[in-house]
């Protein structure tokens, strides 16, 4: 009896660890990278994209750095994501959020939820991001924000653009470099509303419904390089008030591009000092191709059409962003499929009419890195695959026995 219980003993032994190993092993294969979306970089790069998800799709890995959930039909994700806490980078853009997801990973460093229909941004949806760089809730229903004083202090990027604004928004974080809030229904700035903007250095107005301005209202915006404030019905016949904003405009160091009441398409004393440098103000007045494809792209347009609105929106968003990344993703001659690839603008001469305003093209060396990575992540995937089929024939084999 004993000699028969020894092997039963050491059957049960041996059973235990390989469903231990078999368990951990599958988790780690079958969870590595959701069936429906797109893994690369270790797959903590993840794009979901496109896919039509109602829900967050099961199977992320928790050390994920970036997540792309643009372009489908998600209505909320309430606490979902806390537990991203690797997250760097989330996508939420053109879906039917109508809030702000709470408790976001206080990781993250970029935030896009474009087109969506946001129609307030709340001080709790903002206050514990110390990390966060870039914001963009552009082509929203959004009607008022909410900064709490001193909060969002690594915050560099701000688009509002294409939103419900009647006033500019107050207690904005104090650390912005890039402010957009061009395309919507500005009438005024309140006093005091940009005296704690030192490094503000591009900030977009055009496109609003500007007449006049209080007298010295961009004074304390020393670090200015670049604003716009073509496509405003200023009241240029009301000589007195209008003067005062002329003089600005013509004396300041920064430059402006669409001068008030059309005195000339661009001005600012760093522009007269240049006059080789030349400007198209139809950059910051043209409507983007993203834009007008809400609609048609969200019900039902071909893959590739959405395709073509995303790249353009990722290149030309806000015209001053400052990380762009790019879906690099297709075949290649090889098969192997290719990855996110991050790009950064250089500077703002981008936006001259000798230079493109899309991100720089990858070095050849960039490319073949590129394609290595994901050359081992394809073996890495096989050699994992082949190991869980192992594990899985062997419970196979000692069962039979």
Same mark, same amino acid.
Do not use: H
């Given at each position: 009896m004993r000699a028969l219980a020894m092997p039963v003993c050491s059957a049960c032994l041996l059973c235990l660890f390989l469903l231990l190993l078999c368990g951990l092993l599958g988790g780690w294969v079958l969870s590595i990278c959701p069936t429906v979306c797109y893994c690369s970089r270790g797959h903590r790069v993840v794009d979901c994209s496109s896919r039509g998800l109602t829900k967050l799709p099961p199977g992320l890995q928790h050390n994920i750095h970036f997540l792309n959930l643009s372009f489908n039909s998600l209505q909320g994700l309430e606490s979902q994501l806390t537990h991203y806490a690797h997250l760097r980078t989330l996508d939420l853009s053109y879906n039917r959020l109508a809030t702000l997801p709470s408790a976001l990973p206080r990781s993250l460093w970029d935030i896009r939820a474009a087109g969506n229909h946001l129609r307030l941004l709340d001080k709790r949806d903002t206050a514990y991001h110390w990390n966060l760089k870039v914001l963009d809730l552009s082509d929203n229903e959004l009607e008022r924000v909410v900064f709490i004083n001193n909060t969002l202090a690594s915050l560099l990027t701000l688009n509002l653009s294409h939103n419900r604004f009647w006033t500019v928004p107050t207690n904005l974080p104090h650390n912005l470099e890039s402010i957009d809030l061009s395309h919507n229904y500005l009438m005024q700035i309140l006093p005091g509303s940009l005296d704690r903007l030192p490094k503000l250095a591009k900030f977009f107005l055009h496109n609003n419904?500007?007449?006049?301005?209080?007298? !010295?209202?961009?004074?304390?915006?020393?670090?200015? &390089?670049?604003?716009?404030? !073509?496509? @405003?019905? %200023?009241?240029? &016949?009301?000589? &007195? @008030?209008?003067?005062?904003?002329?003089? %600005?405009?013509?004396?300041?160091?920064?430059?402006?591009l669409g001068c008030p009441c059309y005195i000339r398409p661009i001005c600012g004393q760093t522009h007269q000092a240049m006059p080789g440098r030349e400007w198209h103000s139809a950059l910051f007045t043209e409507i983007p191709l993203w834009v007008n494809s809400r609609v048609e792209g969200h019900d039902g347009q071909s893959p590739a059409r959405i395709a073509e609105v995303t790249s353009s929106y990722q290149a030309k968003l806000a015209l001053f962003d400052t990380g762009v990344y790019q879906d690099k993703r297709g075949v290649n001659e090889s098969g192997d499929h290719r990855m996110f690839v991050w790009t950064s603008p250089t500077n703002f001469d981008r936006f001259s009419t000798h230079t493109k305003t899309t991100a720089s093209p990858l070095s050849s060396k960039k490319s073949k890195a590129a394609n290595s990575r994901n050359k081992c992540d394809k073996l890495l995937i096989d050699i994992q695959q082949t190991v869980s089929l192992t594990i899985l024939a062997i419970l196979t084999g000692f069962n039979t026995f």
């Open positions: 419904r500007f007449s006049l301005l209080s007298k !010295g209202i961009f004074d304390k915006l020393v670090g200015l &390089e670049v604003m716009t404030l !073509g496509d @405003n019905p %200023w009241a240029c &016949e009301e000589e &007195e @008030n209008i003067t005062k904003l002329l003089t %600005w405009a013509e004396q300041t160091r920064a430059t402006i």
